[in-house]
């Protein structure tokens, strides 16, 4: 079985601080899948990333970052300089490589970032 | 279009009747899978279609949700005898599903359903 927690629900920030989103997963699974995806008040999820397991390094886009680490089965995002359109609701998302095909999702973490 | 479309955007319906709600995945995309997110919660699978076989129904809640799909186009979802703990949004997702190292769903604009 497999699980993902965001244990910050609700995140209130001023604009230009950074952010950072926690991300925690659970796989027996060798192999698998991980994602961002960002659900503005439009309501429409947007794809931010996807990182595969065997895949271990930092990226950087912009001013968004993702720090994945295995050791502590993470996958945490951060918001650098956020901007009030930063705002919505952020889902980390966990797939198999075999299996079951679809999304496991955490709960959300609502970020408001204020002017 | 470019993204996935759903429709209709918003639906009102009285506890009892059955209700519609209708995918266009993205042009080429073999998969198609539908989400139930309650209102501030996270998204619940419901099920996968790969073409228009159904090889994971096994979120589907009850035997009141069934969905169908044409070819590899448009997939309908349908609930009926509708509850009020149905109220939700409906969201609808597809991807290629050629290699799953690269595989990525993108979300259609979802279906608001309430039901009184």
């Known amino acids: 079985a497999q699980k993902v927690t965001q244990a910050q629900t609700e995140i209130s920030v001023v604009e230009k601080e950074d952010v950072t989103l926690d991300c925690v997963y659970e796989?027996?699974?060798?192999?698998?899948?991980l994602f961002w995806y960002k659900q503005p008040p439009s309501g429409e999820l947007v794809f931010l990333i996807r990182?595969?397991?065997?895949?271990?390094q930092n990226e950087i886009s912009g001013r968004y970052s993702w720090n994945f680490q295995k050791s502590t089965s993470s996958f945490n995002f951060t918001i650098t300089a956020s901007q009030v359109v930063d705002s919505a609701v952020y889902f980390c998302?966990?797939?198999?490589?075999?299996?079951?095909?679809?999304?496991?999702f955490g709960s959300g973490t609502r970020l408001q970032v204020q002017p | 279009g470019a993204g996935v479309s759903q429709s209709p955007s918003n639906k009102v319906t009285e506890k009892g009747k059955d209700v519609e709600l209708r995918c266009d995945p993205i042009?080429?995309?073999?998969?198609l899978y539908w989400y139930r997110q309650r209102l501030g919660q996270g998204l619940e699978f419901l099920i996968y279609?790969?073409?228009?076989?159904?090889?994971?129904k096994s979120g589907l809640p009850s035997d009141r949700f069934s969905a169908e799909r044409t070819g590899e186009s448009v997939s309908t979802l349908t609930i009926q005898r509708t509850q009020q703990e149905d109220s939700a949004v409906y969201l609808c997702?597809?991807?290629?599903?050629?290699?799953?190292?690269?595989?990525?769903?993108?979300f259609g604009p979802g279906t608001r359903l309430t039901v009184l």
């Open positions: 997702a597809s991807s290629f599903n050629r290699y799953r190292a690269t595989d990525t769903q993108y």
């Open positions: 279609f790969q073409g228009n076989s159904a090889p994971d």
């Open positions: 990182r595969n397991s065997f895949d271990e």
């Open positions: 796989t027996r699974d060798t192999t698998y899948y």
């Open positions: 998302a966990l797939r198999m490589d075999t299996g079951r095909r679809a999304l496991t």
């Open positions: 042009s080429g995309h073999t998969a």
